[in-house]
């Protein structure tokens, strides 16, 4: 291998490895749109509620959204850079291989939304009413609602050399419009724009009234169909397409020149929306001359353009699923199980103090982590609180709850990422929330994604008759955002092990006062010292191995494209380590390729819940070492991101993670998926009748009723 430097989008240098034998690695991009194929399946499955099924199906689109505002616009930027957008080169090949997998995706996306998925809602008396299929009563009603609530938001632009084309966000939809006739002054002007307003919901309700034993619904991109011409009255519409533009979303901020993240971020977060054109959708029924106009305006080749016959934008349809009514057409409600070594209402920190506690989400609540905090807010032993924040969401009791212990007097320090992606200004918000009560916001770093879920409350206690400061720490492989802990599978853990409180102590005083970090007796912390222990505890297991010992190694992680964790990984195999990788997403590493890795297996768990664990697992010769991390094994988490993983030190909690993370993995047969050395995924072996490692995890965790 040879290594470059060049400098990144965000002035930091970075090593980029040229692959001298690609055959050694998949195609991380490639690999990203097989996870995409797979999450398609489900909402193919006749076994999963129909809503969910659509839900699914809007969930590959925001996938594919984030997918193009990231990991394309990387590449179209280095096309642009070296003037090889279109012409024949390694990295235009790389693209164009892309651009067709995503065109057959979409594709198959489509037909399974009009095929399959909608008249299946149809036949469950859940429609969506097009403009020919409303009766003159729904006609009459939508016209209505057009204009009282549509019309006033429009502004259509009529295009000549006074009114050029306009500024078109991100992934805003639009509508363009052919027409004839002449203009108010006498000028054959052709071309107009009509943006949808961003304010209105997409998917709008008709009254019962209207629509009886059923549930009825149009589109707002209809009900602005229905009366384009209203809006160029004496023109006559000659072609129209709906269309949407995906930009390149990725910030910019160069650590050279800035002074003061959160401005910097902000001055760039009014640029996101107009970034570099990467892909261009637009209606089936585009006329060419339109869809080739747009194109040009876009400077986009053809290979960016996405016909759909459709809604374009599935994200959206996700509002028609929130609508639905009847309870077959969602997953029963899920009632997480409060966890048994924790009794509601009683004093957390004295259960702490007994052992350290195991939290499994979804299927535990994440309430006791809610919990700790409230009561570490009101408890007046509690002097300070030290906590990570990543991704909240809006509105977020634990920042709530931040803010009242500062204004308690609490000494509150927050680390707050403002590079979390798409989710900058959220932060800068809560960061300035927080920030005007007294508490201690530091910015994370610049180019180094502060992305470790850390809380540690220090507690006034009285220890042998001395009254000490007590630390009590919560490690998290998942976001402090009670939304996704309903949706996510995470571990986290409670605890007072003085070692652990020790080491997460020196980190936080890294993180704020950028000193090195002190020697940590049990963490593992990027980018320092995480990716050399991971490949010192796979080199083990090779020496074990090669040793004539059984070495083993099981890692489940949601990417693994760091090429110096899989060459150690290929060392291990070809020592006759048995390793299993449970990898959700992109996957780079070859398994089963004989000579390299014919000892690895790779499989991919699609399911209900999104699989969001980071365990790593060594047998470390009989005496099993099990960690658990906020770290993907990923060149960003290993080497330009602040991360953690720790020890699970007891016994019976690390039994715990082995029976409930990886076993059932291990043995799913209903949404596992099987990596061969192609690149391929082979299809789980029964998805109705199978061994499914969530619904197990359900069924023995929950609360047992009708939602487990």
């Given at each position: 291998?040879?290594?470059?430097?060049?400098?990144?989008?965000?002035?930091?240098k970075?090593?980029n490895?040229?692959?001298?034998?690609?055959q050694?690695?998949?195609?991380?991009?490639?690999s990203?749109?097989?996870?995409?194929?797979r999450?398609?399946?489900?909402?193919?499955?006749?076994?999963?509620p129909l809503g969910e099924?659509?839900?699914f199906?809007?969930?590959?689109s925001?996938?594919l959204?984030?997918?193009?505002?990231?990991?394309?616009?990387?590449?179209?930027d280095?096309l642009?850079e070296?003037?090889?957008?279109?012409?024949?080169?390694?990295?235009?090949?790389?693209f164009?291989?892309?651009?067709?997998?995503?065109h057959?995706l979409?594709?198959?996306?489509?037909?399974l939304?009009?095929?399959?998925?909608?008249?299946a809602?149809?036949?469950?008396h859940v429609?969506?009413?097009?403009?020919k299929?409303?009766?003159?009563q729904?006609r009459?009603?939508v016209?209505?609602?057009?204009?009282?609530e549509?019309?006033?938001?429009?502004?259509?632009?009529?295009?000549?050399?006074?009114?050029?084309?306009p500024?078109?966000?991100?992934?805003a939809?639009?509508f363009?419009?052919?027409?004839?006739?002449?203009?108010a002054f006498?000028?054959?002007?052709?071309i107009?724009?009509?943006?949808?307003?961003r304010a209105?919901?997409r998917?709008?309700?008709?009254?019962?009234?209207?629509?009886?034993?059923?549930?009825?619904?149009?589109?707002l991109?209809?009900?602005?169909?229905?009366?384009?011409?209203d809006?160029?009255p004496?023109?006559?519409l000659?072609?129209?397409?709906q269309?949407?533009?995906?930009?390149?979303?990725?910030?910019?901020v160069?650590e050279?020149?800035?002074?003061n993240l959160r401005?910097?971020l902000?001055f760039?977060l009014t640029?996101?929306?107009f970034?570099?054109?990467?892909?261009l959708?637009?209606?089936?029924t585009?006329?060419p001359?339109?869809e080739?106009?747009?194109?040009d305006q876009?400077?986009?080749?053809?290979e960016?353009?996405?016909?759909v016959?459709g809604p374009?934008?599935?994200?959206r349809?996700n509002q028609l699923?929130?609508?639905?009514?009847r309870?077959?057409?969602?997953?029963?409600?899920l009632?997480?199980?409060?966890?048994?070594?924790?009794?509601?209402?009683?004093d957390?920190f004295?259960a702490?103090r007994?052992?350290?506690?195991?939290?499994h989400?979804p299927?535990?609540?994440?309430e006791?982590v809610i919990e700790?905090?409230?009561?570490a807010?009101?408890d007046?032993q509690?002097?300070?609180i030290?906590?990570?924040?990543?991704r909240?969401?809006?509105?977020?009791?634990l920042v709530?709850?931040?803010?009242d212990?500062a204004?308690?007097g609490?000494?509150v320090t927050?680390?707050v990422?403002?590079?979390?992606?798409?989710?900058e200004?959220?932060?800068?918000?809560?960061a300035e929330?927080?920030?005007?009560?007294g508490?201690?916001?530091?910015?994370g770093l610049?180019g180094?994604?502060?992305h470790?879920?850390l809380?540690?409350?220090?507690?006034?206690?009285e220890?042998?008759?001395?009254?000490?400061?007590i630390p009590?720490?919560h490690?998290?492989?998942?976001n402090y955002?009670?939304t996704?802990?309903?949706?996510?599978?995470?571990?986290?853990?409670?605890?007072a092990e003085?070692?652990?409180c020790?080491d997460?102590?020196?980190?936080f005083m890294?993180?704020?006062?950028?000193?090195r970090?002190?020697?940590?007796?049990?963490?593992?912390?990027?980018?320092?010292?995480l990716?050399?222990?991971i490949?010192a505890?796979?080199?083990y297991?090779g020496r074990?191995?090669?040793?004539?010992?059984a070495g083993?190694i099981?890692?489940?992680?949601?990417a693994l494209?760091?090429e110096?964790t899989?060459?150690a990984?290929y060392?291990?195999?070809?020592?006759?380590?048995s390793?299993?990788?449970?990898?959700?997403g992109?996957?780079s590493l070859r398994?089963?390729?004989p000579g390299l890795?014919?000892?690895?297996?790779?499989?991919?768990v699609?399911?209900?819940?999104?699989?969001?664990h980071?365990i790593y697992?060594?047998?470390?010769g009989?005496?099993?070492?099990?960690?658990?991390?906020s770290a993907?094994?990923?060149g960003?988490?290993l080497l330009r991101?602040i991360?953690?993983?720790?020890?699970v030190l007891?016994?019976?909690l690390r039994a715990?993670v082995?029976?409930?993370?990886?076993?059932?993995y291990?043995?799913d047969?209903?949404d596992?998926?099987?990596?061969?050395p192609?690149g391929?995924?082979?299809?789980?072996?029964?998805?109705?009748?199978?061994?499914?490692a969530q619904?197990?995890?359900?069924?023995?965790?929950?609360?047992q009723?009708e939602?487990?």
């Amino acid at each position: 291998m040879l290594a470059t430097e060049r400098p990144s989008r965000q002035g930091v240098k970075i090593t980029n490895v040229v692959r001298l034998n690609s055959q050694r690695f998949l195609n991380r991009e490639l690999s990203q749109l097989a996870f995409n194929e797979r999450v398609l399946t489900l909402a193919q499955r006749t076994g999963v509620p129909l809503g969910e099924r659509l839900r699914f199906l809007c969930i590959v689109s925001a996938n594919l959204d984030e997918f193009f505002e990231i990991r394309v616009s990387d590449l179209m930027d280095k096309l642009r850079e070296s003037s090889e957008l279109g012409a024949a080169s390694p990295q235009w090949e790389t693209f164009v291989q892309i651009s067709e997998r995503a065109h057959v995706l979409v594709d198959q996306q489509y037909a399974l939304y009009n095929q399959k998925v909608m008249p299946a809602l149809a036949h469950s008396h859940v429609v969506i009413l097009n403009h020919k299929q409303r009766s003159p009563q729904q006609r009459a009603w939508v016209r209505d609602y057009y204009r009282r609530e549509v019309l006033p938001l429009l502004s259509p632009i009529g295009l000549d050399p006074s009114h050029p084309f306009p500024q078109v966000m991100n992934k805003a939809l639009n509508f363009i419009v052919q027409l004839q006739g002449k203009d108010a002054f006498g000028r054959p002007s052709a071309i107009a724009i009509v943006k949808v307003p961003r304010a209105l919901p997409r998917v709008i309700a008709l009254p019962q009234a209207l629509a009886p034993g059923r549930q009825a619904f149009v589109l707002l991109s209809s009900v602005i169909r229905a009366h384009l011409t209203d809006l160029f009255p004496r023109r006559t519409l000659a072609g129209f397409s709906q269309f949407r533009v995906t930009r390149d979303s990725d910030l910019w901020v160069d650590e050279r020149e800035v002074s003061n993240l959160r401005e910097a971020l902000q001055f760039e977060l009014t640029q996101r929306h107009f970034g570099n054109a990467v892909r261009l959708e637009v209606l089936r029924t585009c006329p060419p001359h339109l869809e080739e106009l747009l194109r040009d305006q876009f400077h986009l080749p053809h290979e960016a353009v996405y016909r759909v016959e459709g809604p374009v934008n599935l994200v959206r349809m996700n509002q028609l699923v929130d609508h639905l009514l009847r309870p077959e057409h969602r997953f029963p409600p899920l009632l997480p199980a409060w966890p048994a070594r924790l009794t509601q209402g009683a004093d957390i920190f004295e259960a702490i103090r007994r052992g350290d506690i195991l939290l499994h989400h979804p299927f535990e609540s994440f309430e006791p982590v809610i919990e700790m905090l409230r009561q570490a807010t009101v408890d007046p032993q509690v002097v300070a609180i030290r906590m990570t924040l990543y991704r909240t969401g809006t509105g977020s009791v634990l920042v709530d709850l931040l803010e009242d212990a500062a204004r308690r007097g609490k000494e509150v320090t927050v680390v707050v990422e403002l590079q979390a992606r798409f989710d900058e200004e959220a932060n800068i918000n809560l960061a300035e929330r927080l920030e005007a009560v007294g508490a201690q916001v530091v910015y994370g770093l610049v180019g180094m994604k502060t992305h470790a879920k850390l809380m540690q409350i220090v507690r006034r206690e009285e220890r042998r008759g001395r009254i000490r400061l007590i630390p009590y720490v919560h490690l998290g492989t998942g976001n402090y955002h009670p939304t996704t802990t309903k949706l996510y599978t995470d571990f986290g853990m409670l605890t007072a092990e003085r070692a652990i409180c020790a080491d997460v102590e020196k980190i936080f005083m890294h993180l704020t006062s950028l000193t090195r970090v002190q020697r940590l007796r049990h963490l593992w912390l990027a980018p320092f010292t995480l990716q050399k222990r991971i490949i010192a505890a796979i080199a083990y297991e090779g020496r074990l191995a090669r040793a004539g010992n059984a070495g083993r190694i099981i890692a489940k992680v949601n990417a693994l494209s760091d090429e110096a964790t899989i060459n150690a990984l290929y060392e291990a195999s070809k020592a006759g380590v048995s390793i299993d990788l449970i990898v959700r997403g992109a996957c780079s590493l070859r398994p089963g390729v004989p000579g390299l890795s014919e000892n690895i297996r790779v499989r991919s768990v699609i399911g209900r819940f999104l699989e969001h664990h980071r365990i790593y697992y060594f047998g470390a010769g009989g005496t099993a070492q099990v960690y658990l991390a906020s770290a993907d094994w990923m060149g960003r988490n290993l080497l330009r991101r602040i991360e953690i993983a720790w020890p699970v030190l007891d016994p019976v909690l690390r039994a715990r993670v082995i029976d409930e993370g990886l076993k059932p993995y291990l043995h799913d047969t209903a949404d596992a998926w099987i990596l061969g050395p192609s690149g391929r995924y082979a299809g789980p072996r029964s998805t109705g009748t199978g061994f499914s490692a969530q619904r197990s995890l359900l069924s023995s965790l929950a609360q047992q009723s009708e939602a487990a």
